[in-house]
DNA sequence: CAAATAAGGTTAAACGTTTACCCTTTTAAT
DNA sequence: ATTAAAAGGGTAAACGTTTAACCTTATTTG
């Protein structure tokens, strides 16, 4: 019933094979009427294409895969879900596979899926070496780098400018009058968080200030990194007003271990995120926040992988406070500042 | 180099292909030299099987697919990353395919699963009619329905006991000498909130309070309807002093709303949830939630949908208050209620 | 009215595996 | 010394498609 064959098909409709495949295909070269028949057949007869067997001939899979260290990450689902509506756009199957933010096992999930036949992968490895990737890149013209920038295969990296994030928040920490600010970082060895900590302090040092190394601290980039992050930091005992913390959930941490132990936020301290999740909106308090775009460059990856022309309408806006430097479609994405109420100018 | 076959194996290793065939599938009648030398070719030549012609010929795919209305929801994200898990520990690819909370959809992304080869298929839908789903499980045996209980597929079947969930709720509540309580639901149209709500009002009317229907309110289960439903509750104008909502996402919504609104949470009114998401631990005030063990759940209807043995420490725990009616492992778990911060009992 | 073209098909090879069945050589048992 | 069995390996069919190459019958063109 649900496993005819085209062989059934034809031998139902009285005509070849190449005849079923043609109307399947929407292919030339078949009637009106041998067409209705046909797909009539199809419908009552449950037929449906063996993928397996088309893609054998065709070495195409109409998958796209992605490669991402967790799916349960809100920050990856969003991106793994930008993909898949671009997917289902043009009728393609997603693909994901988990790297578990280890070098081999990101290498594992790419051939997995290169094993299961994807031609196109948008990629999110932070731990692969560049000359592996590199290699990995040549040899395959549809993949895809998301949120990693290697200047030999640039043209296919999309990725997010951390050092002018990291400028970003400290351009408007410094607007706020705060003189003590604590860095609160991924502990993951990966480059993002130097680089933004690179801003950060490199913008510090436009205003000659300085940032005090008992202040930078690191932990996992989760809910309850952030939780253990403060508490080192309050154990410190080097007294800050504000902290740049690396991403949402470690900042919502953040706020709920400084608020158990006394401190308000913002009118002891301030706090300042980094990707504008959508919980960032609805925290207490609200989160003030560097906004990460990660559906629009997903979405863009997405097309820039299957071959799809990209409009410039899904880029990122033209900002008049952030106008962007490259030709659009740009592949380098900046993050733009969201304020809300986790930050305020230092009082006392 | 990537793209080597079977049959540049053999010619290398000047054996035939049912040899090269047959290291690579572990199988028996090849001598060890022999063997030493074909694994080694397939090493240096980068050889890897085409899953698509091993499908072909064994109907078998390594792969099992998911079925979910939405990668992005943290709830399910949380349960497709479960039976990740199970699925690379038995060296499973995972598909998950989304269904977008239509009935259509959710067909159609089973049967793209099915297209694909996915023999063993967990799935999370809500709006595909009992008969049609019936006979799909009657057709394919390795199909596990998650967080939906239909009779006639009983045994396939891994669910939450939405009734007792609500009871639950309620008698907390009770407990907390609440008289005027609302009720934020989901306007999905699914069964889970009318169990929910049942249970609920059934627990009320054992303590002979009802509920009144001007507080019982419909939202999309997410953040922004939590807010809705909350605006839609204070325009109501009659007093309550707590709230029971359907999901977490939706409470903290209502947390958010009720707070701008001038209400304090739990002073003014209580709130609980449901799931047990991770954020709700991190939430101010943290949230009293109802415990959703989707993990768990996940986890055993993964097993199950690769006929794996299912350990009976991998399924909810024995928990003295709320022991299991059913013999371990049973297919109907139980909420459990986590009492936090967002409520208290009714003062003045 | 012949020739050219279009329309609607068919045939068969190819894709890369797995596996049942067959063959040969070596080893063990009598 | 014979024979049986075991070990190691080869042959070829089959899986369900797609598609180039070919064929036949109308239809158009001059």
């Known amino acids: ?108 999930a790419i051939k997995l899926l290169l094993q299961q036949r994807c031609e196109s992968i948008v990629i999110h490895s932070k731990l692969i070496p560049n000359e592996t990737l590199i290699k990995l890149f040549n040899d395959n013209p549809n993949f895809v780098l998301i949120n990693r920038y290697i200047e030999e295969i640039a043209h296919r990296c999309i990725w997010l400018d951390n050092i002018e994030g990291g400028k970003i928040a400290a351009k408007s920490l410094i607007n706020c009058k705060h003189l ?87 009118k002891d301290v301030s706090v300042i995120g980094c990707d504008d999740v959508l919980l960032s909106r609805f925290s207490r308090p609200k989160l003030t926040t560097l906004q990460y775009p990660i559906e629009t460059m997903a979405h863009h990856a997405a097309k820039l992988s299957l071959n799809i022309a990209v409009n410039v309408d899904d880029c990122q806006p033209q900002d008049a406070s952030h106008p962007s430097p490259d030709i659009l479609p740009s592949l380098k994405y900046t993050p733009v500042l969201i304020e809300r109420e986790s930050t305020a100018i230092k009082t006392d």
Do not use: W
């Not at 410190?236 to 953040?254: K, L, Q, R």
């Open 180 to 266: 003590n600010i604590a860095c609160i970082l991924s502990n993951y060895d990966i480059e993002d968080p130097s680089l933004r900590l690179k801003g950060f302090t490199e913008q510090l040092k436009e205003s000659n200030q300085d940032i005090d190394q008992k202040l930078v601290v690191y932990a996992e980039p989760t809910l309850q990194g952030g939780e253990a992050a403060t508490q080192q930091l309050l154990a410190a005992n080097t007294p800050f007003s504000a902290v740049f913390v690396y991403n949402d959930a470690m900042a919502i941490g953040a706020i709920s271990t400084l608020e158990d132990n006394g401190f308000s936020v913002p």
């Open 1 to 108: 019933m649900s496993n005819a064959t085209i062989k059934d098909i034809a031998k139902a409709a009285n005509v070849s094979v190449a005849t079923v495949s043609r109307v399947v295909n929407n292919g030339p070269k078949v009637g009106p009427e041998t067409r209705a028949r046909i797909v009539d057949l199809i419908e009552t007869m449950g037929y449906r294409p063996n993928i397996n067997a088309r893609s054998l001939v065709t070495n195409k899979s109409s998958t796209i895969g992605v490669v991402i260290p967790d799916v349960a990450d809100p920050f990856f689902a969003a991106l793994a879900n930008s993909v898949d509506k671009v997917a289902r756009q043009h009728n393609t199957q997603l693909l994901i596979s988990t790297g578990q933010l280890s070098a081999d096992s990101e290498l594992e």
